[in-house]
């Protein structure tokens, strides 16, 4: 059975960093699309950033270009977000996602698996 736990999440004040990680089991991923999204009550869950198999490319959405970065350590079978210069509209619950379908995408309909999402709240 495959599982995605986040980590990371917290409350932070405007300005400051926070690095989430999630860590996959039960599959091995290294050949396919790795992401993170987000929601906030009373909206859909959007992209955040994605980052292919092994190519290196990424996908940000224009909100967070230049202050997050997606990474992924395949030997561990991780991903993490970079997120600095956070602001109060960055608050969401943040969710893990891979894909065994495909290498890269930045559309949530081709990610089949799923982590039970760590809140981040960021404070003005």
């Known amino acids: 059975e495959v599982h995605l736990v986040e980590s990371g999440g917290g409350t932070v004040q405007a300005g400051g960093s926070l690095r989430l990680s999630c860590a996959a089991s039960?599959?091995?991923?290294?050949?396919?699309?790795r992401g993170w999204f987000r929601q906030v009550p009373g909206k859909q869950r959007e992209g955040v950033a994605c980052i292919s198999s092994s190519d290196g490319r990424t996908y940000y959405a224009d909100s967070v270009k230049g202050r997050f970065t997606i990474s992924r350590d395949n030997a561990k079978n991780t991903v993490y977000l970079q997120m600095n210069s956070l602001k109060p509209e960055d608050t969401a619950v943040y969710y893990c996602a891979a894909s065994d379908i495909i290498s890269y995408s930045d559309s949530q309909d081709q990610y089949n698996y799923w982590g039970q999402g760590t809140q981040v709240t960021v404070s003005s």
């Open positions: 039960g599959f091995t991923f290294d050949d396919y699309a």
